[in-house]
């Protein structure tokens, strides 16, 4: 198991942090959804969207319990920095839900057309077997016909 010491995004990056693998102890520390790898970043970086350095895959820094606003002693920049950054996510995130909401319904208008399509099926099965009864309840009497039928030529031919 390696650790890594990641920087926050450039944008979040208010003042020059500390570089190199050294892991302090107000950093925070979780590993990657993706990949579990072992992440550390900058308690500032609480909240935002990093890459893993692993994986490559964005990732979301949690924000450490009871971590309160205050805690990050951020100037009014990097808070605004901050705030255009969850802007940017939950705009990202509405985009998300409008995607998944639109295939929803088609996967449910999908669904009812399947289902309506095996209804059409079961009511043309219901038709065959229908047509398969009376076939074989024919058959009994065209059989019986012509064993009568034999039967009137079998006496002619012997008379
Ligand atoms: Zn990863």
Known sequence: MSETSIQPPPEAEGEETE????IKPTDILFDCPH????????YRG?????????CQHTVLVP?????KIDDLDLSAGELLTQL????????KSEQRVA???????SVKARRTELEKSRITTLHRCAELVG????ITKYQGEIAAALTRMQNVIAEEQQR
């Open 19 to 22: 570089s190199g693998e050294d």
């Open 35 to 42: 990949c579990g790898h072992n992440l550390a970043i900058d």
């Open 46 to 54: 609480a909240g935002l969207q990093i890459v893993c350095v692993e």
């Open 63 to 67: 924000i450490p319990e009871g971590m």
């Open 84 to 91: 255009f950054q969850t802007r940017r996510m939950l705009l």
């Open 99 to 105: 995607e998944l909401e639109e295939t929803l319904v």
């Open 131 to 134: 047509v398969c009864q009376l």
